[in-house]
């Protein structure tokens, strides 16, 4: 099978290690981490095809520059004509996606981190065109990214709920709150709350 060098394009740091996190060791090692003002530059720099052949995007850099993110989707929609369709891209978005036609829905494939690392992971399995049992897949220990719940609990909180508050809105205990929460910022590596979601 051949192998694909991986692009990942972000400017979020937690990103970046979440996606490496579910990598296999080969995968990391073969991929590069642009930011969004980057790849138009590496893109003509490296002539498109040496680039990479797989692509993740986080769409959310892009939410208050519409051009810059249009820009893009015409790069990678040529640079995979170019490759003759051999080009993946997998745009992760958060909250919303909107791409300009419905056409550009056959070019990429789409994910919401919001669900969690497993429906992240399973896509990324897929468009590396790995089958989960031939991959070694990364213990949930090492794993970086943070889980839907996880998510969840970190979002509640830092929108200024208290435990018990988060606790009934998600139909958990407010001691699993209180796990989630610390396995969160764990994987995050903060101590506090503060400036997670931006506060």
């Known amino acids: 099978m051949e192998k694909l060098n991986i692009v ?9 290690q ?7 060791q080969d995968e990391q090692e073969r991929c590069t981490v642009w930011t969004p003002v980057q790849v138009g530059v590496n893109i003509n720099k490296h002539k498109g095809a040496d680039a990479g052949r797989c692509w993740i995007v986080d769409v959310d850099n892009y939410f208050n520059n ?23 891209v997998l745009l992760c978005y958060n909250k919303y996606i909107c791409l300009p036609s419905r056409d550009c829905y056959a070019s990429f494939s789409v994910v919401n981190t919001a669900r969690g690392i497993k429906s992240v992971e399973h896509k990324v399995r897929s468009l ?14 090492n794993k970086t990214a943070l889980t839907r719940q996880e998510y969840l609990v970190l979002n509640a909180l830092s929108q200024g709920l ?8 998600y139909h958990i205990t ?20 503060y400036g997670v979601y931006g506060e």
Not at 18 to 24: H, K, N, R
Not at 128 to 141: A, P, Q
Not at 181 to 190: D, E, R, S, T, V
Request: charged share 30%.
């Open 8 to 16: 990942v394009v972000t400017n979020n740091r937690y990103f970046s």
């Open 162 to 169: 208290n435990v018990s508050q988060v606790a009934e809105r």
């Open 174 to 193: 407010p001691k699993r709150v209180s796990h989630h929460k610390c396995n969160g910022l764990a994987k995050m590596k903060k101590k506090r709350l």
């Open 18 to 24: 979440g996606i490496m996190s579910i990598l296999t």
């Open 66 to 88: 519409t051009l810059l993110f249009l820009d893009l989707l015409t790069a990678l929609v040529d640079l995979k004509t170019t490759l003759n369709r051999r080009l993946r």
């Open 128 to 141: 590396s065109g790995h089958d989960r049992k031939d991959v070694e897949v990364t213990k949930s220990r």
